[in-house]
């Protein structure tokens, strides 16, 4: 069973960035790359929203998608070697402010809380 762990949240003033991180165990390097990674966020009272995706296989083939709300501020991507994804969110706002989660193959991470002041 895949297990997840997201790390790299906290508190940042608008107009700031932070790059998230999700680790993986319990999947082979063969699985992870050709697995699909999705990058979620709930806001307190919200449902969870799909943030980013980005497609397994080789980099000249993958597909990435973003939210409207994100696209041109954050930028997913994938470490086959380590097993890791990354989000990189840049010009952060309030709006932003969520428990961000990663999944793969049905698992997802505890999260990790994103707070954007204004």
């Known amino acids: 069973q895949v297990q997840l762990v997201e790390s790299g949240g906290g508190l940042v003033q608008a107009g700031g960035s932070l790059r998230l991180s999700c680790v993986t165990s319990g999947i082979t390097g063969i699985i992870f790359s050709i697995s699909s990674i999705g990058w979620y966020r709930q806001a307190p009272g919200k449902q969870r929203e799909l943030v980013a995706s980005?497609?397994?296989?080789?980099?000249?083939?993958?597909?990435?998608n973003y939210a409207d709300s994100v696209k041109g501020r954050f930028t997913i991507s994938r470490d086959n070697a380590k097993k890791t994804a990354y989000l990189q969110m840049n010009s952060l706002k309030p709006e932003d402010t969520a428990v961000y989660y990663c999944t793969i193959r049905g698992g997802w991470g505890q999260g990790t809380q994103v707070t954007v002041s204004s």
């Open positions: 980005i497609s397994g296989g080789g980099g000249g083939s993958r597909t990435i």
